[in-house]
């Protein structure tokens, strides 16, 4: 599947994904604190990660979520993955969801990359349901 959308229209869509997932607030912060030098970077995560993939039909936006967990867990990116905990939590992902898929990296990517998520997972659930 090609796409026919312009750059602009992808980093338009990217935009909308992006703060629908992980809220005004986060991405409003993000986009204005970015240094010249890391711009790129956040215009080509808006336009292709958030325009393109995230955007697409083929995966709910909870499935997205869960594999993003999983992929971040086994990548050790405890920031990344407390940014998408909170993402999932938006996207209707249960908190026994988030317990399955932290225990299926347990096995797969190993135990000291999950307890780390477990104990990310559960501060940003305390934040999250406080927030409510």
Not at 8 to 36: F, I, M, N, P, W
Not at 42 to 55: A, D, K, M, P, S
Not at 116 to 123: L, M, P, T, V, Y
Request: proline share 3%; charged share 25%.
């Amino acid at each position: 599947m090609t796409s026919d959308k312009t750059h602009r229209q992808s980093y338009e869509e990217g935009l909308t994904a992006r703060r629908e997932v992980l809220g005004h607030a986060h991405v409003d912060k993000s986009l204005s604190q970015v240094s010249e030098f890391a711009r790129p970077v956040q215009e080509l995560v808006t336009e292709y990660c958030w325009g393109e993939v995230w955007t697409r039909p083929g995966l709910p936006r909870a499935t997205r979520s869960m594999l993003n967990l999983a992929m971040l867990t086994a990548l050790n990116r405890g920031h990344e993955l407390g940014v998408h905990v909170r993402g999932a939590l938006t996207n209707g992902v249960t908190e026994e969801e988030i317990q399955e898929v932290l225990l299926q990296t347990a096995i797969y990517v190993g135990v000291p990359a999950a307890l780390e998520s477990f104990r990310i997972a559960e501060q940003v659930i305390k934040e999250f349901k406080g927030n409510e």
